[in-house]
Each structure stands twice: as structure tokens, then as C-alpha cells.
């Protein structure tokens, strides 16, 4: 006998600050949420170590303790978390039609509302260096890491708006910022460049990459080398930031969800409504710009509110007709 399937009033997709505020709001409202982490639980911040920037932490607070304690919240409401993985989804285009998502390759579960709340993931260089010094002064995050290196030396590599608007972040907290541009020019807009040339304590390197992040345990140094010359150059340096984009993780919405042409979700105006009636977006799967938690967790309100009002309005129609 085949197993029956079970179906949602709300199914929320990601674990991060989006999807526990939605599930939080969500719950609140009745909507019985039932979330699936996915491959991160937590998301993004628990690669982070302190939080200083999210509201109503005075003291800061560790990434990983916080994903805990929002994720207690969400199921002191009565929201469900599962550990899975949404592999596939088919979403209908009817309003009121029910949408399935497979999870692990293996389950497939339905909804009536879905918040989709998967994130972005920091693009990284893959060099061994790298990965052994994360979290041991090799951060995606200027915003979130940058204070930590308050009067020391840090280095940035990237040319895009991200990397120049990170540079100028941290030139206003480091001693000195040396910013490695691959080419012999920057892809960010002429605004940011002129910002960034105009800061007297960023050293511009173009036509330069990274050769090794130097330093056993914590970083010491980098070792650049000129891509024109092949010249090596070793600095000292705590901090090495990384900000050569992000990549949105929507690859299993390909086909079915509104993108724009680097895979960001595109809601409708100020809202988290998709081109699918009954599924919404929230966090940084929809949002290249701004990509910090508090924003995430903000339309992750949004979301599970435009869910509520979509039901209300699903179960009105069908009561008229
Ligand atoms: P982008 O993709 O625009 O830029 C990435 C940068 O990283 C490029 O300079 C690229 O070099 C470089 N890069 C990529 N891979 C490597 C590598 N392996 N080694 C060295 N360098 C590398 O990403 P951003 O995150 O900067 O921006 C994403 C989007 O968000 C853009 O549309 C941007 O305009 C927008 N944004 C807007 C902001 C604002 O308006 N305030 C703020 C932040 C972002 P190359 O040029 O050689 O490919």
C-alpha cells in the first residue's frame, strides 16, 4: 500500500533568519508550518562567529546560538523542523492549487502556501588556504567580521560593487585595506570606484590575484602574485576578505519561478509574491542587495503575512463560489 502523502497549510524551505521569522509568524497566525532545514541548518550565520549587528543583542551573540534560539522560537509556536532537503518542486499556477515538493529525492510532500527561504551561498576561491583559515580571520562577510580587525592590516579581493562597497566598509574600521582586482579594472559602478580610489588607506592592486593566504591557525600574511608579470608580492595581514559574489540557491526553481539573469527569485513589487500564486520568496534568495539578517528576517515576515492573506483570500473565493 503506497504511503499517503502529507499535505501542508505551509511548507517554508530554509533554516536561516528568513524562514525561522516566517515559521515564527507563520505559527503565530495557524498556519501550522512545517519547515525543512536544508543542507545548512541555520544558514549562512552559522558560519559566522559573533553577531554584533542584529538588534536587540547588546552584547553580541554567536551565530550558531542564535540560529538555536530562533529555531526554539519558531517551535515554541508550534512550527515543525525537519532535517531535509527540497531536491525538486512543481509548482501550480492555479490559485488554491496545491504544490508538491520532493524531499532528499525520496519524499514528496504537498502545500497549499510555499516560503521559500533557501539563501545564497559567498562565492569562495576554492584554494586549500582558504578553507583551512575560514573562520580563522577568511571571511565572505565585511559587514559582519570587519569590526573584529578594528586597526590592522586586512586585505579584500574582488572588483565588483560588493567588493568595493566592503573596502570602503572596512577602510573606516582597518589601519590599511589592500583590495586585489583580478583585471586592470574594477567591474563595480564609477560611484563606488571613486569612493574606493578616494580612500587614502586602500592600496588598489590590479591585475592581481591570490597566490596563498598565509598562516597556520589564524592569518598572518598573503602571498599575491601579478597576473601580467608573475611577480610575487607576501604582506602582512589578520583579516582576508572574500567578495567575489554570491550565488543565490535556487537552482531547483529553474523553470518554474520568475529569475533575473543571475538566479535571484523576483518578487512583486514590495511584496514576497512569486510568479506562482501561493509561493513566496524571502532572505537572500531574493535579495542581492542588502543580504543581511535583520533584512532577511524582516521579509521573512512579509512572507509568512502575504501566505496568511493568500489563504484568506483562497478560502473566501471558494465560500462565494
Ligand atoms: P559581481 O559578480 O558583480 O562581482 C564579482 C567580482 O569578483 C568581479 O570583480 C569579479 O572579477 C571578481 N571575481 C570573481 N571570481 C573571482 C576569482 N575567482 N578571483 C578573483 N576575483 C574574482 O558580484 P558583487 O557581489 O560585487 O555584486 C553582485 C550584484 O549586486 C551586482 O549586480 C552589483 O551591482 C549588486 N550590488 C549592488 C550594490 C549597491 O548598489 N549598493 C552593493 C552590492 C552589490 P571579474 O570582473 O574579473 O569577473
Not at 574606493?196 to 591570490?210: A, C, G, H, M, P
Not at 538566479?263 to 531574493?286: C, E, H, L, R
Amino acid at each position: 500500500m503506497s504511503e499517503k502523502i502529507e499535505r501542508f497549510e505551509t511548507l517554508i524551505l530554509g533554516s536561516g533568519p528568513a524562514g525561522y521569522t516566517a515559521a515564527i509568524y507563520a505559527a503565530r497566525a495557524d498556519l501550522k508550518p512545517v519547515m525543512y532545514t536544508g543542507m545548512e541548518p541555520g544558514g549562512q550565520l552559522t558560519t559566522t562567529t559573533e553577531v554584533d549587528n542584529f538588534p536587540g543583542y547588546p552584547q553580541g551573540i554567536d551565530g550558531p546560538t542564535m540560529m538555536v534560539e530562533l529555531q526554539q522560537q519558531a517551535e515554541r509556536f508550534g512550527t515543525e523542523v525537519r532535517i531535509g532537503m527540497a531536491t525538486s518542486v512543481e509548482f501550480n499556477d492555479e490559485p488554491g492549487g496545491i504544490h508538491k515538493v520532493t524531499i532528499d529525492d525520496s519524499k514528496v510532500v504537498e502545500a497549499h502556501t510555499v516560503i521559500i527561504a533557501t539563501g545564497a551561498s559567498a562565492k569562495y576561491l576554492g584554494i586549500p588556504s582558504e578553507q583551512r583559515l575560514r573562520g580563522g580571520g577568511v571571511s565572505a562577510c565585511a559587514v559582519c567580521d570587519g569590526f573584529f580587525y578594528k586597526g590592522q592590516d586586512v586585505a579584500i579581493v574582488g572588483g565588483g560593487d560588493t567588493a568595493a562597497e566592503e573596502a570602503s566598509y572596512l577602510a573606516k574600521i582597518c589601519n590599511k585595506v589592500t583590495m586585489l582586482v583580478r583585471k586592470d579594472y574594477m567591474r563595480a559602478s564609477k560611484a563606488m570606484q571613486h569612493r574606493v580610489e578616494s580612500l587614502s588607506n586602500i592600496d588598489i592592486r590590479y591585475n592581481t590575484e591570490v597566490d596563498e593566504i598565509l598562516g597556520d591557525q589564524v592569518v598572518e600574511g598573503l602571498r599575491m602574485v601579478n597576473n601580467q608579470t608573475g611577480e610575487k608580492e607576501e604582506i602582512p595581514i589578520t583579516g582576508f576578505f572574500v567578495a567575489i559574489g554570491h550565488k543565490p540557491n535556487t537552482d531547483i526553481f529553474k523553470g518554474q519561478l520568475d529569475m533575473d539573469g543571475t538566479g535571484y527569485v523576483i518578487t512583486a513589487g514590495k511584496s514576497t509574491k512569486t510568479n506562482k500564486p501561493g509561493v513566496f520568496a524571502s532572505g537572500d534568495v531574493q535579495d542581492k542587495e542588502y543580504r543581511q539578517a535583520v533584512t532577511a528576517a524582516g521579509t521573512g515576515c512579509m512572507a509568512a503575512l502575504d501566505a496568511e492573506r493568500y489563504l484568506a483570500s483562497v478560502e473566501s473565493a471558494e465560500t462565494v463560489s
